[in-house]
């Protein structure tokens, strides 16, 4: 078995792998359909928000993620709690029906802008409350900044988000050194490329400032975060901003970027007080029994 350093620095070269099999490789039609069966607890468009929990809570998967996969544990979690849970895919590209969010991240916000519709005519609600996971913790800041989306979001909570991008320990750095393969990266997986740190589409997305009136932000990180580096990138700066480091909660929880996201108690019980602070309680260790 490699030693934990090696497979550490690996991963940065497994999702640039699953860049090529997620652009070149088709995608099994039972694939396709798998994503398209409804999903069990949320995505009800009977549900109507509670006094307890008026806003309905969006979900917003990451690059390669789906409206499904990437929420099979929080998702429940949310609605157990009384929530009105709904999730979006975004950021397709044709013949890839199953990886999604790597589609031009502004095209991507456009998408969520209409989805984010869609909900508040459904649940009758004035606002929602957006939870995103990586790309999804950051694409929603462009909605809110460009689109019109703070008139509309009480909360954004960002899970591992890429707000100022990240070099993927470094590997990135390397694309100069091979002609020809940022320019594949652009073409192939534009919403990769906008996420590499000093992308003009994150230039652009952090001009000005981090924030817009009027919107709760909330950065959920680990300190073992191996995709979006270094983890302090993630958190942001401005009015209305907590930024929370799950092992200064719980210094024995080991999530590092996916599982934070997947399967992380810690987090989510996190994100439960960043959707209602007024019933917030502290979050410890024992937070994955409840």
């Known amino acids: 078995m490699l030693p934990p350093r090696i497979r550490r620095a690996l991963r940065p070269a497994a999702v640039l792998l699953l860049v090529v099999a997620a652009t070149l490789s088709p995608v099994s039609t039972a694939s396709a359909e798998a994503v398209s069966r409804p999903s069990s607890g949320w995505n009800d468009y009977s549900c109507k928000p509670s006094a307890a929990h008026p806003r309905p809570v969006v979900l917003v998967h990451g ?9 099979l544990a929080l998702a429940p979690y949310l609605v157990r709690r009384g929530y009105c849970v709904f999730s979006l895919d975004y950021g397709q590209l044709p013949g890839v029906p199953f990886f999604h969010g790597l589609g031009p991240i502004a095209k991507s916000a456009e998408q969520l802008d209409t989805y984010v519709d869609k909900v508040l005519a459904a649940t009758g609600a004035a606002e929602a ?98 995709v979006v580096t270094p983890y302090r990138s993630q958190f942001l700066d401005g009015p209305g901003v907590r930024n929370v480091l799950v092992q200064d909660l719980c210094p024995l929880d080991l999530s590092e970027h996916v599982a934070i996201g997947l399967l992380d108690r810690i987090a989510y019980h996190e994100v439960t007080n960043a959707l209602d602070p007024a019933r917030a309680t502290p979050t410890t260790c024992a937070s994955v029994i409840g």
């Open 129 to 226: 409350d957006l939870v995103g996971h990586s790309q999804g913790g950051m694409m929603p800041r462009h909605y809110l900044k460009f689109l019109g989306g703070a008139d509309k979001v009480n909360a954004l909570v960002g899970i591992a988000p890429d707000n100022h991008g990240t070099t993927l320990l470094g590997l990135t750095k390397l694309l100069p050194y091979f002609p020809g393969a940022a320019d594949l990266l652009n073409e192939k997986t534009p919403g990769l490329a906008d996420q590499i740190a000093g992308s003009a589409f994150l230039q652009k997305l952090n001009e000005g400032g981090d924030t817009v009136p009027g919107v709760r932000y909330t950065v959920i990180a680990t300190t073992y975060d191996e």
């Open 63 to 71: 690059t390669f993620g789906n409206s499904v996969d990437n929420w």
